[in-house]
């Protein structure tokens, strides 16, 4: 009977390679959990309030048309000495230069609310950037500023919108507090809406078009209502420099 040798070398040699496997596996098996964590966790998302505990807010107007309402809403935060952010679209900044100049001039900050009023998330990331681009060009051409805060059309955005609005170095910003005047639902209603839905950190949105004709009726008794609850309204922009951005 021929008796059994060990091999040392021959056993260290593979253990050496099952080693190695190891490590290989390990090594490809934590890059996969990473791939798969940024691909679960790396959602993109606009910013609809920021964490704050105190008491400071974010009034916002859209605009797209009409000359009714502006004039109107822009006196009564002058006679208040309230400075808030007003998303403009390109289109009625060029057909009605006079109010997105006098909303420059009056110390209010001036955002885009886009070129056409359509869901950007149906198009592709070039026609995106063309539609931010476009407004982006008229804003600054009518007041002399560059916008870098977008409120895109009807609120629409997914993944490819935020990340085409990132590379044109613009922030997708929506709104925590909604007052719904769009709706015409009467001015208390409007009122309510705003002053039950304000928190900390909100952002409030409210319409200076047209199609908003009892905002200016509302807006006294939501600014007073404000200020009674012991908030301070400031832009959208200084509002982001007072706490992190939060999602919803």
Same mark, same amino acid.
């Given at each position: 009977?021929?008796?059994?040798?060990?091999?040392?070398?021959?056993?260290?040699?593979?253990?050496?390679?099952?080693?190695?496997?190891?490590?290989?596996?390990?090594?490809?098996?934590?890059?996969?959990?990473?791939?798969?964590?940024?691909?679960?966790?790396?959602?993109?998302? &606009?910013?609809? +309030?920021? =964490?704050?505990?105190?008491? $400071? #807010?974010?009034?916002?107007?859209?605009?797209?048309? *009409?000359?009714?309402?502006?004039?109107?809403?822009?006196d009564t935060l002058k006679r208040?000495?309230?400075?808030?952010?007003?998303?403009?679209?390109?289109?009625?900044?060029?057909?009605?230069?006079?109010?997105?100049?006098?909303?420059?001039?009056?110390?209010?900050?001036?955002?885009?609310?886009?070129?056409?009023?359509?869901?950007?998330?149906?198009?592709?990331?070039?026609?995106?950037?063309?539609?931010?681009?476009? &407004?982006?060009? +008229?804003? =600054?051409?009518?007041?002399? $500023? #560059?916008?870098?805060?977008?409120?895109?059309?009807? *609120?629409?955005?997914?993944?490819?919108?935020?990340?085409?609005?990132?590379?044109l170095n613009y922030k997708v910003?929506?709104?925590?507090?909604?007052?719904?005047?769009?709706?015409?639902?009467?001015?208390?209603?409007?009122?309510?809406?705003?002053?039950?839905?304000?928190?900390?950190?909100?952002?409030?949105?409210?319409?200076?078009?047209?199609?908003?004709?009892?905002?200016?009726?509302?807006?006294?008794?939501?600014?007073?209502?404000?200020?009674?609850?012991?908030?301070?309204? $400031?832009?959208?922009?200084?509002?982001?420099?007072?706490?992190?951005?939060?999602?919803?």
């Amino acid at each position: 009977m021929k008796a059994y040798i060990f091999d040392w070398r021959k056993c260290r040699k593979q253990l050496m390679l099952l080693g190695a496997i190891f490590i290989c596996a390990l090594f490809f098996g934590t890059l996969l959990y990473r791939q798969q964590a940024v691909t679960v966790t790396g959602k993109k998302y &606009a910013i609809y +309030k920021v =964490k704050t505990d105190e008491k $400071v #807010a974010a009034l916002t107007f859209d605009i797209s048309w *009409g000359t009714k309402v502006p004039g109107p809403v822009l006196d009564t935060l002058k006679r208040y000495d309230v400075k808030c952010t007003f998303f403009v679209s390109g289109p009625w900044v060029v057909k009605h230069p006079e109010f997105p100049q006098r909303i420059v001039s009056e110390g209010h900050e001036i955002a885009s609310h886009g070129e056409e009023h359509v869901n950007l998330s149906q198009y592709n990331k070039e026609e995106i950037k063309k539609n931010i681009l476009a &407004a982006h060009e +008229k804003i =600054k051409q009518v007041t002399g $500023v #560059a916008p870098n805060l977008i409120r895109t059309p009807n *609120g629409d955005w997914n993944n490819l919108v935020l990340t085409a609005a990132e590379e044109l170095n613009y922030k997708v910003i929506q709104w925590s507090a909604d007052s719904l005047d769009w709706k015409k639902p009467g001015v208390d209603v409007i009122v309510n809406n705003v002053l039950k839905k304000v928190k900390p950190g909100a952002i409030i949105l409210m319409h200076a078009s047209d199609t908003c004709l009892q905002t200016p009726a509302a807006l006294p008794p939501v600014l007073e209502g404000l200020q009674k609850q012991g908030y301070r309204l $400031v832009t959208v922009s200084e509002l982001l420099t007072m706490g992190s951005p939060a999602i919803d």
